[in-house]
């Protein structure tokens, strides 16, 4: 869970009652030391999945926080990554955390090691109104559709749908939900509980559900954006 080199209670509670978007520029500092963020152990198996319906020149990180999705895409694209946030704050550590591993990932010749990576470019946004054309192969992402209510869901996949080119994919990981009644079950049933009295109580609204994302539904909104759905 959390480490000593994460949020304190205090910094988690004053998160809370922001704000999304101000409370996610407060947390990005420590945002790394979160439990919250995708951990490697669900990218790679997703890297490996996706990488078979490649190759793709360009892809779009939707919602990028601080990176863990453009680090995915790095590894599946040729030319280029765009990764998408409303949060300067994120922005700002995804872009100083970019130029750390691209530093790392200096030219070498011909023939030896990993070929160059893709360019990658930061782009402050609402994910709501993407400002994209039809320019992507690929667009992923990670942890973040609990910040949106059912209601915004069509805006959202319609945005990357314009976004893509004919043939592009959409993919993105979806964990199976808990068994009624389990241990997970409560803490998420909880959590959403909690999240519902806190904004009807308390303004700005937080918006972060565990348990308005079914399959079923997100399904039937993605077939009317225009997708065609598969489960891998």
């Avoid at 409370?23 to 198996?45: E, I, M, N, Q, V």
């Avoid at 030219?107 to 400002?131: H, K, Q, Y």
């Avoid at 994919?169 to 079950?185: K, R, T």
Wanted: hydrophobic share 45%; glycine share 10%; proline share 11%.
């Amino acid at each position: 869970m959390f480490t000593s080199s994460g949020p304190t209670l205090r910094e988690l509670a004053v998160q809370a009652l922001s704000s999304v978007e101000r409370g996610y520029d407060l947390l990005a500092p420590k945002f790394d030391a979160t439990p919250f963020r995708t951990p490697d152990r669900l990218l790679d198996p997703f890297v490996s999945a996706v990488r078979q319906l490649g190759p793709f020149r360009i892809g779009l990180d939707v919602c990028t926080g601080t990176g863990a999705g453009v680090g995915v895409l790095r590894r599946l694209c040729e030319e280029r990554v765009v990764g998408v946030d409303f949060s300067s704050g994120m922005l700002d550590l995804a872009r100083t955390a970019e130029g750390a591993a691209a530093t790392e990932d200096t030219p070498r010749p011909e023939g030896a090691g990993r070929p160059p990576s893709p360019a990658v470019d930061w782009v402050r946004a609402d994910a709501r109104a993407l400002p994209f054309g039809p320019g992507f192969d690929l667009a992923v992402s990670f942890g973040a559709f609990g910040h949106f209510l059912p209601r915004e869901r069509p805006a959202l996949f319609a945005g990357i749908h314009r976004a893509l080119r004919p043939g592009g994919i959409l993919a993105f990981p979806l964990p199976a939900p808990p068994p009624v009644g389990s241990g997970p079950y409560w803490a998420l049933w909880g959590f959403d509980t909690a999240m519902r009295v806190r904004n009807l109580v308390w303004r700005p609204p937080f918006v972060m559900y565990y348990r308005t994302f079914p399959l079923g539904p997100v399904r039937a909104d993605l077939t009317r954006a225009g997708f065609s759905v598969e489960l891998m």
